[in-house]
Every structure is written in C-alpha cells, then in structure tokens.
C-alpha cells in the first residue's frame, strides 16, 4: 500500500495569514477561497488527464470543510468515494479563537454533520460527525498529535495490509509534518518541510514499517505558477 498525501487547497485562514502576516479574521472552520477551489480542481483534472503520476484508489480526508472541498473534485473525477476520518485534523484540532495571540484558544467543534455534507454527495461521514459537529475538544497539544499520527498509520497498515491501494489522505500541513515523521519512524524533525497547497507527497510501501520511502515531496505539477499558494 501507498500513500498519497495532499494538502488542502488554500483556505480562507491561508488568504488571510498571506495578505496581512497575522491571524487576525480568521475563521474556526475556514472554506477554500475561489483559488483553493482551483487548485483542487487542476488536482484533480491532472489526475484523470494522466498528468500526475500516481491516481488514488481509495481517498480519506480530514473532517475540517477545507480538505473535504479539497478532495471533493478528486472524488468527482475519478469516481471514489471520499471517507470522512476524524483523525486527518489539523495539529490542536478547529479553534475558536481570534486570531490574536494575546487571546485564549478555545475547542471549537467543528462544522455540523449537514454541513459537510452538503459539500460532496460522495461524503462518507464517521459517527463522530454528528449535528452539533464532530470535535470534543480539548485545544490539542503537540504530544497528543504525535499519538494521533501513530493511530493513523497503524490503522491504515491494517486496513490495506498487503495490498496495491494507493490511498489519498487530503489533510493540513501540520498534521501532515507529524504523519511523516510517524511514517520514517523519524523521532523528530529539526527543521520544516514545504508542503503548498494542493502539494503532494508520496510514501511507499507504507504498510511494511521499515520499508516505507518517500518518492517525493510537495509536488505542484498540476499548478501554474501564479496559482501556487502557501
């Protein structure tokens, strides 16, 4: 089994942090701009075209509406259904918080079960996306996202244990920093990796630990240039 992981296309929190270099108008569940719709669009024409060069099989993303609009269109083109998983967020979980510093972070629970899916009807949701939404909270701290990364991947080293699946997790950035470390079995990472959105990167062999190889990073092909976006 392989792993393709995708970042979500640029949201609004992204367009914000790029214009004004703070957080301050962000939103706690944050869609994609009209360029992440693009950008999850070229994804996924790229895919059908044969311009990219793995297609998943299957397709996982995070409950956040971001990475859902993300992989949405993927799911279109190809045909998949798109597996709603309540691990994929990103690192300290949705947030109701107003972007200054200075101010508490709170646990925000996410978009309503209705919500998401209104976005695809290819949407297959957990039990835990529920009408009230789907997080509990608490604010996730760094150490617990380390265990829910090594949750992730022993449940996808089971799931498709010896199989040919090339399996698509459209998740965050951050969340997908600790995902690779979780997959190397590299116990920590002095610097940062660059992952744009819509970037992929794509692990083999991942169901056999000590084995698994990282083909490549942050792939943007399917962009143009004035379309990539941080």
Sequence with gaps: MDILLIRHGQSHNNAVFAAQGHALGRLPDPPLTALG??????LAAAMVA???????TALHCSLMSRAVQTAAPIAEA???????????FEVGGPLDWSGDDADPRRAHPGSAA???????????????????????????AGPQSVARAARVV???????????????????EGFSHVLFRELLGIPAVGGWIDLNNTGGTYFRAVDTPGRTSVAWTNRTTHLTSDQISG
Aim: no cysteine.
């Design 37 to 42: 719709h693009a950008q999850a669009r070229a």
């Design 50 to 56: 044969g311009d990219w060069p793995v297609v998943p």
């Design 78 to 88: 190809l045909g998949l259904e798109v597996h709603g998983h309540a691990e994929l």
């Design 114 to 140: 209705a919500d998401l899916s209104a976005l695809t009807p290819r949407l297959v949701l957990p039990s835990q996306a529920q009408q009230d939404g789907w997080w509990a909270g608490p604010v996730e």
């Design 154 to 172: 022993a449940w996808l080293r089971e799931r498709y244990a010896r199989s040919d699946e090339v399996v698509a997790l459209v998740s965050h």
